[in-house]
C-alpha cells in the first residue's frame, strides 16, 4: 500500500477520528483559522495543499464566505469527501489531484493553507515546497502550515510520541482505528520546527513565526512581502 492508498482507504472514517487523533483539535485549528487576516478588500483566493477531506479550508471558507478555493490532493476519495463539505455551504471548489511537487499549483494566490500533510515529505521536498509556495503567492500574501513536528531531540520526539499515545487511549480510541493511524505514521517524515522556519526565511518569506505548540502539534506562517 502508498500513501495514496494509505489515504483514500481511510477517507470514511477520517474525520470522525479527527478529535480523537489530536487531542488538542479545537485551539490547535482555531488558531490556524484566527492567524488569518481579516482586512482583504477582495475575495480570497485560497490554495489548500493536502486538503483531504476539507476540514480545514471548510473551516476558512466558513470565515471567508467569498473566498475561491483551490483544493490539491493525492487521495481521490479525500478530496471527494471535500467535494461533499463545500457543497453543504453552496460552494463548488477547485479540484487538482496530484502531488506538490510536480503539479502546476496554477495562478497566484492571497493564502496558501494545509494541515497535517506536508510532514509526509522528505526534508529535501520539504524545502522545495517552500520555495514553490512562495513563487505563487502574491505580494501580501500569507502561507499557514499547521501540522505535525520532529521533537529537536530524540528524547523530546518519545516525550511527544508518548503524550500522544496517552491522550488518545484516555479519549477512548479503538484499537483497530489506532493500528490504522500508525501504519499511516510509517509515511511520516517530519522535521524539527526550527528548521522549518529556518526555510521559510530562506525562500523570502518574512515575519516567519510560530502561533501555537502542543508537543507535535504546531501552526506557523510566513508572509510574502509588498515589494
Known amino acids: 500500500m502508498n500513501i495514496q492508498?494509505?489515504?483514500?482507504?481511510?477517507a470514511g472514517d477520517y474525520d470522525n477520528l479527527r478529535r480523537i487523533l489530536i487531542p488538542c483539535f479545537d485551539d490547535f485549528y482555531k488558531t490556524a483559522v484566527e492567524i488569518i487576516p481579516g482586512d482583504w478588500t477582495a475575495p480570497l483566493k485560497v490554495l489548500d495543499l493536502g486538503a483531504g477531506t476539507g476540514l480545514y479550508s471548510g473551516m476558512v471558507q466558513s470565515v471567508f464566505p467569498n473566498a475561491e478555493f483551490t483544493l490539491l490532493d493525492l487521495a481521490p476519495e479525500m478530496l471527494e469527501k471535500a467535494k461533499?463539505?463545500?457543497?453543504k455551504m453552496g460552494k463548488s471548489p477547485k479540484i487538482l489531484i496530484g502531488d506538490y511537487i510536480e503539479t502546476d499549483l496554477g495562478d497566484s494566490y492571497d493564502l496558501i493553507i494545509s494541515a497535517l500533510s506536508i510532514h509526509h515529505l522528505s526534508d529535501f521536498d520539504k524545502e522545495l515546497l517552500y520555495q514553490r509556495i512562495y513563487n505563487v503567492l502574491k505580494p501580501g500574501g500569507i502561507f499557514v502550515n499547521a501540522d505535525q513536528i520532529l521533537g529537536k531531540t530524540a528524547d523530546l520526539e518519545e516525550l511527544y510520541r508518548?503524550?500522544?499515545l496517552n491522550s488518545i487511549r484516555a479519549n477512548g480510541i479503538l484499537e483497530e482505528d489506532l493500528k490504522a493511524a500508525q501504519?499511516?505514521?510509517e509515511y511520516d517524515r517530519m522535521a524539527t520546527l526550527d528548521i522549518q522556519l529556518r526555510w521559510l526565511e530562506a525562500a523570502g518569506f518574512q515575519n516567519v513565526d510560530c502561533w501555537y505548540k502542543?508537543?507535535?502539534f504546531a501552526v506557523f506562517s510566513g508572509y510574502r512581502p509588498i515589494i
Open 5 to 10: 492508498e494509505a489515504f483514500n482507504s481511510a
Open 84 to 87: 461533499f463539505r463545500f457543497s
Open 162 to 164: 508518548q503524550h500522544w
Open 183 to 185: 501504519k499511516r505514521m
Open 214 to 216: 502542543n508537543f507535535s
